[in-house]
C-alpha cells in the first residue's frame, strides 16, 4: 500500500502524460537545439569527422552483434548450429574489427552498398509505381526515380563519395531529429 502512495499515478491518457511534460518543455528544445545544431556542425564541418564517427558506431555494433551471436551458439545443442552460430558471429567481430581499424576503407565499402542498395530501391519502386491499378503512381514513381538518382550520383563518384556520404546523412539525420525535438518542446509549451 505504501508503493501506491509514494508513486504518482501512471498518466490516463496522452493528454494527462502531455500535461505533465509540459513543464519540461525547455529540455526537449534544448536537447532538440544540441542536436540540430550538431547536425549543422556535422554537415558544414565535420562531414569526414560525421562519416568516420558512423562508421565506428557500425564496427561497435556489428563486435557486439558478433559477441551476442557467439553466446547464442555456446548454447546451441548441436554441433552444427553451434559452428553455424560461432562462425557468423566470429565474421562479423572481425568485420568490426576491421571498420574499426580502417574506418575510411570501410566508409568507402558501406557508401558503394548503400549506392547500390538505392538503386535496386529506386527501381523497385519505379516498377511498383507502373504495376499499381491507381492512386499515388505519380509520387511512387517521382519517388523512386529520386531514389536511383541519389544511388547514380553515389556510385559516379565513387569511392571518393565514401568520405562525405555516410557523415552527410549523419548531419541530415541529427538536423531534422534536433528539429523534431524542438517542435515537440515548443508543442509542449503552447498547451
Same mark, same amino acid.
Given at each position: 500500500m505504501t508503493?501506491? =502512495?509514494?508513486q ?5 491518457? %496522452? ?9 519540461r518543455?525547455?529540455?526537449f528544445?534544448?536537447?532538440g &537545439?544540441?542536436? *540540430? ?6 554537415l558544414?564541418? %565535420?562531414v569526414?569527422i560525421g562519416t568516420?564517427a ?5 564496427g561497435f555494433? =556489428?563486435?557486439?552483434a558478433?559477441?551476442a551471436?557467439?553466446a =547464442?551458439g555456446?548454447?546451441?545443442?548441436t554441433?552444427? !548450429?553451434m &559452428? ?6 566470429l /565474421?562479423?567481430?572481425v568485420a568490426? *574489427? ?5 574506418p575510411l576503407?570501410?566508409?568507402a565499402f558501406?557508401?558503394? =552498398? ?13 516498377? *511498383? ?6 492512386g499515388?503512381?505519380?509520387m511512387i514513381g $517521382? *519517388?523512386?526515380a529520386?531514389?536511383v538518382? $541519389?544511388g547514380?550520383?553515389? /556510385?559516379?563518384?565513387?569511392?571518393a563519395s565514401? %568520405?562525405?556520404?555516410?557523415g552527410?546523412?549523419?548531419?541530415i539525420? /541529427? $538536423?531534422?531529429?534536433?528539429?523534431? !525535438? ?5 508543442? $509542449?509549451?503552447?498547451?
Amino acid at each position: 500500500m505504501t508503493d501506491q =502512495m509514494t508513486q504518482p499515478a501512471a498518466p490516463h491518457s %496522452l493528454g494527462d502524460l502531455m500535461k505533465r511534460l509540459k513543464p519540461r518543455w525547455g529540455w526537449f528544445v534544448g536537447f532538440g &537545439a544540441l542536436t *540540430a545544431a550538431l547536425g549543422i556542425a556535422t554537415l558544414g564541418y %565535420l562531414v569526414v569527422i560525421g562519416t568516420v564517427a558512423s562508421v565506428y558506431m557500425i564496427g561497435f555494433a =556489428m563486435i557486439l552483434a558478433g559477441g551476442a551471436e557467439i553466446a =547464442m551458439g555456446l548454447k546451441a545443442r548441436t554441433w552444427g !548450429w553451434m &559452428a553455424i552460430w560461432i562462425l557468423a558471429g566470429l /565474421l562479423y567481430v572481425v568485420a568490426g *574489427a576491421f571498420a574499426i581499424a580502417q574506418p575510411l576503407v570501410a566508409a568507402a565499402f558501406y557508401t558503394l =552498398m548503400i549506392g547500390a542498395a538505392l538503386i535496386v530501391t529506386g527501381v523497385a519502386r519505379v516498377i *511498383a509505381a507502373i504495376r499499381l491499378p491507381a492512386g499515388n503512381k505519380a509520387m511512387i514513381g $517521382l *519517388a523512386g526515380a529520386v531514389t536511383v538518382a $541519389l544511388g547514380l550520383m553515389i /556510385l559516379a563518384s565513387w569511392p571518393a563519395s565514401g %568520405l562525405f556520404v555516410l557523415g552527410t546523412f549523419l548531419g541530415i539525420d /541529427l $538536423l531534422f531529429y534536433g528539429l523534431s !525535438w524542438i517542435t515537440f518542446g515548443m508543442r $509542449l509549451k503552447s498547451l
